[in-house]
């Protein structure tokens, strides 16, 4: 059984940096073919995809906001971190990381069979 | 960016009725295109993968299809579990996702 948790602050100043942390367990983010996506969600609002991260550390940003995220893996504790700068109100949201479906090949893309419960970040000063 | 329309914005029906909702892309992402269902405090469930592939442990009440630029979700008989919201998602160039519809009861 594939489970993940968000994890990281619930409120940050505009211009901080922000860092979530997504734990999980039920598949190995070192076999093959095997992807960690982030997704968000603004309040009241649709779903916005923000990266893929794989377990060869291939990395897909959405090419909108690829300039303020960055992922990373830490395949030992299970964990993928990603970081969001200079963040602003408009990026107030709730931030999920799911498991990628297992596909080979289109790894600018990929749908989602296993969520965690998100985490409601909310930014302001 | 491929840009999905879903439509209508909100479906009131009755429990044990047809639900049809539509999802149109700006391009052809050939079948590139899941499914989801979202309640309110709870995470988006893969109900359709590949336009019209059943995830795993979805009821057969749940059926997708379409390619190119159109698709339709049809649910053939509404159960009470199944009034949430809806978003479909392309993966044929990066990811977007459609801005949803809610099926509501009448």
């Known amino acids: 059984q594939i489970t993940l948790k968000e994890s990281g602050p619930t409120r940050v100043k505009p211009t901080q940096t922000l860092t979530l942390t997504c734990t999980f367990s039920?598949?190995?983010?070192?076999?093959?073919?095997?992807?960690v996506g982030w997704i968000r969600q603004p309040p009241g609002k649709a779903l916005e995809w923000l990266v893929f991260?794989?377990?060869?550390?291939?990395?897909r940003y959405s090419p909108s906001l690829k300039s303020r995220l960055t992922v990373t893996k830490d395949t030992s504790k299970n964990q993928v971190v990603l970081t969001m700068s200079n963040v602003d109100p408009v990026d107030t949201a709730r931030y999920y990381c799911?498991?990628?479906?297992?596909?080979?090949?289109?790894?600018?893309?990929?749908?989602?069979?296993?969520w965690g419960q998100g985490t409601l970040v909310t930014v302001s000063s | 960016e491929i840009v999905l329309t879903q439509s209508p914005a909100t479906l009131s029906l009755s429990p044990g009725e047809r639900a049809t909702l539509s999802c149109r892309a700006s391009?052809?992402?050939?079948?590139?295109l899941a499914w989801y269902q979202q309640k309110p405090g709870q995470a988006p469930r893969l109900l359709i993968y590949?336009?019209?592939k059943r995830a795993t442990g979805i009821p057969d009440r749940f059926s997708g299809s379409g390619s190119g630029t159109d698709f339709t979700l049809t649910i053939s008989s509404l159960e009470p579990e199944d009034f949430a919201v809806y978003y479909c998602?392309?993966?044929?160039?990066?990811?977007?996702f459609g801005g949803g519809t809610k099926v509501e009861i009448e």
């Open positions: 391009q052809s992402i050939s079948t590139y």
């Open positions: 590949d336009s019209s």
């Open positions: 998602q392309q993966l044929y160039n990066w990811v977007t």
């Open positions: 039920g598949f190995s983010l070192s076999s093959n073919g095997v992807g």
């Open positions: 799911a498991h990628r479906r297992v596909v080979s090949g289109n790894w600018n893309g990929g749908d989602f069979d296993s």
């Open positions: 991260i794989y377990w060869d550390d291939d990395k």
